[in-house]
């Protein structure tokens, strides 16, 4: 069994070795270089999953279709980055990306070896992440995994599952984590190889698609945490051209959030059409329930938010505290001085009205058509670990 640490332990030689690896895997990315004055010259957006062949960045994909970005001025560019689950903020440090999508863990990873970055747009305002069982080997009690073995698709996802164990009351130091691989952690649960893997709303329905129907401890229904952000060099945010530049960024991505939740079934069309294979491998059912999760997670409760991207800085002070407690963060963190609300007001202003219509005019094709949205909402649940 391999544990691993990602906390304040990490020696600084570890960490310039992970980020010489990111920096070598640079080249994969098609060459995207700093940003230029005026105020970019590309804007890149790095996922955190070594993958884009995922139903999780929808907003961007129908945004794009529907022309929501057109009017920024750039081209605006989607990497998947390497599959080493850090790279997506070690690259926007670095400028080899201008926005990544962290997981808080790997945020707060971020911010502990000295990264000059803020969170300006939060996505997952719910917690996304959930551990997968084999069927009828499920728990709600989360304290029955200490000695047993959690299987992650990177190491560097422990800084997700630590805090997540912790404030369920779990003594994560007596929790083993395995580093299985992407995308092969899953597989090696299905084989026996581990007690639980972590996963994610989104994650499920794809699973099911390729045979994988496992019972899920589900964070959204259990856990107080939230998921991952929009996060960009702090600099960046102190440049009044490179600000306002964000401001629209994000705004069509709030767009393209707003659109998939006045029509879903749209948006998953619109992915794939830019994904045909995930497109064959789950469906349009799998992949409408996909959408469906996330949207509860990105959306959040809406009624407390000021909008899409919103930050609850109470929630992420909490967050903070925990995991400075548990040793991931050395030094103390304020909620405020790394997360940032001057983007949302901006990112919100659109014409809601004109979006929905937008949604409510779009086409189905005859397979989308005949999805029962209603019907596909009502059994999102269905894997969780029975109460």
Sequence with gaps: MTKFSLGGGMSRRTFLQVSAAGVVTATALGGVGRANAAPYSKFTWIS????LEVLDDYPYWIGKKMGYFADLGVETDMQPGPSDGTATVKFVDVGQADMGFPSPGVFSFALENGMKLKSAFHMGAKDTF???FRKGEGTNDLKTLEGKTILLGSAAWQSIVDPMLAVQGVDVTKVKYVEAGWPTWSTALKAGQGDAALSWEGLRA???????DFEYWLGVQHSPLFANTFVVRAADLEDPDKKAFLDKYLR?????MEFAYNNPRAAVEAVFEQFPTLASNIGPELGVTSILQQINVFRGDMDKRAGWGDHDMAAWQTFFDKIHEL???TKP???EDVCTNACIAAANDFDHDKVKADAEAYMLS???AAIDVENVRAHLYD???PA
């Design 383 to 385: 894997q969780a670990v």
């Design 48 to 51: 955190p999953r070594g993958t």
């Design 252 to 256: 069509a991505w709030a767009m393209g």
């Design 130 to 132: 959930s551990l997968a």
């Design 366 to 368: 005859d397979a989308f």
């Design 333 to 335: 963190v304020k909620a």
């Design 206 to 212: 794809e699973w099911i698609g390729t045979g994988l």
């Design 327 to 329: 040793g991931q963060i």
